[in-house]
Every structure is written in structure tokens, then in C-alpha cells.
């Protein structure tokens, strides 16, 4: 008699306590729940923010790019950035350069005759003039 009514009772406080349990349950998955979508959501505001740093980045390296193109070009018409280039420079730039600068010796070094007696000026000034013909045939390259 005893155990049936330990049996009843425990057949009574049987549903309270799966109450209970299914309660607490229900409290420990939504907290799951709760937890994941906080997660969820850190990630989801750092891969923004990821994906806006790209973008600048992105930006950043495009811009750099434009720029370093504007300095190549512009350096690529400098003729003494291609003077000092000069292996890499094609054929025609080199011969022009050479010639302005032999017949710009040659014009300087006819002058110390001309300057005694006056009869090498028009050879000086000739010269002189194909130096710079060459130098701006080299600029033009």
C-alpha cells in the first residue's frame, strides 16, 4: 500500500516534473538560440566591415595605379630619365642621342680656333646646329 501510494504520487508529480524539464529545456534552447543569432550578427557586422575596408582598399590600390601610370608616362617623356635609360632605349633614340652629342663636341671644339682668327665660326655653328637637330629628334622619339 505504501508503494502504490508512492506510485500515485510519483504518477502525479510525474507530469509536473516533465513540465519542469521541458521548461528548462526550452530555456536552454532559446538561450541557444539567442546566442547563436548575437553571433550571427557580430559576424555578419564584421564581414561588413571587412567588405567596406576591401572596398577602400580596393579604392586605395586603383587610385595608386592611376597615379604610378601619370608618373611612368610622364617620366617616359623625360629625356633625362632616358639618358639615363639608355640600354633600354630602341635604336633611333640612341643614334639620335649619339649624334647630338658628337657634333655638339665637335661644335665645342671648333670654337677656341675660330675665336684666333674667326674662319672655323660658320663650321662651329653648323655642327652646333645638327646637335640640336639630333637632340630634338631624340626628344621627339
Known amino acids: 500500500m505504501i508503494i502504490t501510494r508512492h506510485l500515485v504520487h510519483f504518477a502525479l508529480l510525474v507530469p509536473f516534473l516533465q513540465a519542469a524539464v521541458t521548461k528548462q529545456n526550452d530555456r536552454n534552447r532559446q ?6 543569432q548575437e553571433r550571427l550578427k557580430e559576424a555578419e557586422e564584421s564581414v561588413t566591415s571587412l567588405i ?3 572596398k577602400n582598399e580596393a579604392t586605395q590600390v586603383q587610385n595608386a595605379i592611376a597615379e604610378f601610370e601619370v608618373v611612368r608616362s610622364r617620366a617616359s617623356k623625360d629625356p633625362l630619365l632616358q639618358i639615363s635609360n639608355f640600354r633600354n632605349l630602341n635604336i633611333a633614340k640612341q643614334s639620335a642621342f649619339v649624334g647630338s652629342l658628337l657634333f655638339l663636341i665637335r661644335a665645342v671644339s671648333e670654337l677656341p680656333p ?5 674662319s672655323h665660326v660658320l663650321a662651329a655653328a653648323v655642327q652646333f646646329g645638327i646637335a640640336v637637330v639630333f637632340a630634338a629628334l631624340f626628344c621627339l622619339l
Do not use: P, Y
Request: glycine share 8%; charged share 45%; hydrophobic share 35%.
Open 52 to 54: 567596406a575596408n576591401m
Open 114 to 118: 675660330s675665336l684666333k682668327d674667326g
Open 31 to 36: 538561450a541557444k538560440v539567442k546566442d547563436e
